[in-house]
């Protein structure tokens, strides 16, 4: 159990179109779900906290107009890049948490490439 | 959230244990110790967490000192698949709910 997905697992891109990805908790509801975003050889850096039918916090830095957060459903969060550009090119990953609690459990990752 | 300390990287033979150290000095009373492991271009995975006791489960044990203020992480039996970047993270807890906060972890190098 605690199976988290992506998709797509990777996307490239025009610079100055937006790109969707979705997250999926496929066995649990998830009350909560974080978006995380990985520079090569860097760790994780979270840029925001999805709720589940309420708007998401963001991280100091992170700009709430670019990266969309959109958590409709407990088992469904959605993260849009708007006009992306190049800078934006980064591993994405999200994380999610059972409504009852306990550890995160993280999705596979999408590698958003923007040319 | 209290900070960790670990060892940027680590080598281990294969088939030996690797014991993997973490600080967290400042950890406050109802933080839990956390250990996620990263394989390359591949999202975190869980691999153990604990308050005060010590913790085993099948793919590692977890100790932690008396005062909370260190822990080990051990893996038995240590696999060429075991190469990966081992983060130790303290959190509150109502865990699942609250962010985490990753530092830079220890690359773990299992060695044939």
């Known amino acids: 159990g605690a199976v988290v997905s992506q998709h797509p697992s990777w996307v490239i891109c025009k610079s100055g179109t937006s790109v969707k990805i979705e997250c999926r908790s496929l066995d649990f509801q998830a009350t909560t779900m974080f978006w995380y975003r990985q520079f090569p050889k860097q760790s994780l850096m979270l840029m925001a906290t999805?709720?589940?039918?309420?708007?998401?916090?963001?991280e100091q830095g992170v700009e709430k107009d670019k990266f969309l957060i959109n958590h409709a459903s407990l088992t469904l969060s959605t993260l849009t890049v708007t006009s992306a550009h190049p800078e934006d090119s980064s591993f994405y990953i999200c994380?999610?948490?059972?409504?009852?609690?306990?550890?995160?459990?993280f999705g596979p990752g999408t590698r958003l490439t923007v040319l | 959230d209290a900070k960790t300390t670990q060892p940027p990287s680590m080598d281990c033979a294969e088939g030996r244990a690797a014991n993997l150290p973490c600080n967290h000095s400042?950890?406050?009373?109802?933080?839990?110790v956390y250990w996620y492991r990263q394989i390359h271009s591949q999202g975190p995975q869980y691999i153990i967490h604990g308050l005060k006791n010590n913790e085993t489960n099948e793919m590692a044990s977890l100790i932690i000192t008396e005062d909370r203020k260190s822990s080990t992480l051990i893996l038995p039996h240590a696999t060429l698949r075991d190469t990966a970047v081992y983060y130790c993270?303290?959190?509150?807890?109502?865990?699942?709910?609250?962010?985490?906060?990753f530092g830079t972890g220890t690359r773990l190098t299992i060695i044939p």
């Open positions: 400042t950890i406050s009373g109802n933080e839990y």
């Open positions: 994380s999610a948490t059972r409504t009852s609690g306990g550890s995160q459990f």
């Open positions: 999805s709720n589940e039918g309420s708007k998401a916090t963001y």
């Open positions: 993270i303290v959190g509150g807890g109502n865990f699942g709910n609250e962010k985490l906060t």
